[in-house]
């Protein structure tokens, strides 16, 4: 006589399965946070690269940085890459200051405490509060 095996899965073997499932997803939903992020903030830094380098041809043109005019998105999108570039996906906003040096600062939207930082003297970017 033929023993009969059922067929199908228990309830404990499925409930393993769906454990190891939520485990691997939430440790690809974090990672998944820590490199969209990391993206952004070297989005900004090239951005602010951008900038500066618009910055230098606009003085070469015009004979000093455009200053007041460039104090937000819009102006720099304007003034400095003739309408033609959208920084609007961003999720940083940008500025350009100046004291004794041209500053160009990105400012994260959703988090003002972190901001990235160069100056025409300094181009490596200062990140604080990120």
């Known amino acids: 006589m033929r023993l009969r095996r059922s067929q199908g899965f228990t309830l404990i073997e499925l409930l393993v399965v769906v454990a190891i499932i939520g485990i691997l ?66 999720t940083f906003n940008y500025s350009n200051n100046s004291n004794n040096t041209l500053t160009m600062m990105a400012v994260k939207k959703s988090n003002s405490a972190c901001t990235i930082t160069i100056t025409q003297t300094n181009k490596n970017p200062i990140r604080s509060g990120c």
């Open 25 to 90: 997803s939430a440790v690809g939903v974090v990672s998944y946070t820590g490199y969209k992020s990391s993206a952004e903030k070297k989005q900004a830094e090239i951005t602010l690269n951008l900038i500066n380098l618009a910055q230098q041809e606009y003085k070469s043109n015009n004979g000093e940085y455009c200053i007041s005019t460039c104090s937000n998105n819009a102006g720099i999108i304007q003034n400095l890459f003739d309408g033609v570039d959208d920084l609007s996906a961003q």
